[in-house]
């Protein structure tokens, strides 16, 4: 890897093929949206790979200023994405991902408190995060990071 240093930078428009990309990469077998594909089917002429990508558009629809890559050397090597509800003080982070050669260096660790900061900085008194109870990773990385597990969610679906 690079030996040039990592920033946290914002996030920039031209970032986002990269950052569907990433999350495509990143998410596999923990991803809802493949789930659901894997019980269902293909629907609607997209697969899972699209429609997991479509949520950081969704992100940086929402909060492009709350969004936030990782580079070094002009590589991107992840990201994290924020949504802020300023009538409730509470921030949610939707999507982190880092790229598969540089896990297990403490990037997302970095992202997660990168995005307290900004949400600090926003006013916020609550941060949130969710996890899929299949990702090992989100399971051991929030609560090393301060977050308290609070509630399980059940996803259900049907075919129409």
Known sequence: ??????????YHDKDLPQLRRI???SFGS??????L???FGLWGGRDWKARKADHIDDDVAQCREGCFVAERGGEILGYITTRIDHTNAR??????????SARGLGLGRRLIQHALDYMRAQ?????????????????HLYPSCGFEEVARQVHYAMKL
Do not use: W, Y
């Open 91 to 100: 921030g949610r982070i939707p999507n982190i991902a880092v790229v598969e």
């Open 23 to 25: 999350t495509v990469e």
């Open 37 to 39: 594909e894997h019980k």
């Open 1 to 10: 890897m690079d030996d040039s240093p990592l920033f946290i930078r914002p």
């Open 30 to 35: 923990v991803a809802l949206e493949q789930m």
């Open 123 to 139: 006013g916020m008194k609550l941060a949130q995060i969710e996890t899929m109870a299949s990702n090992a990773i989100g399971q």
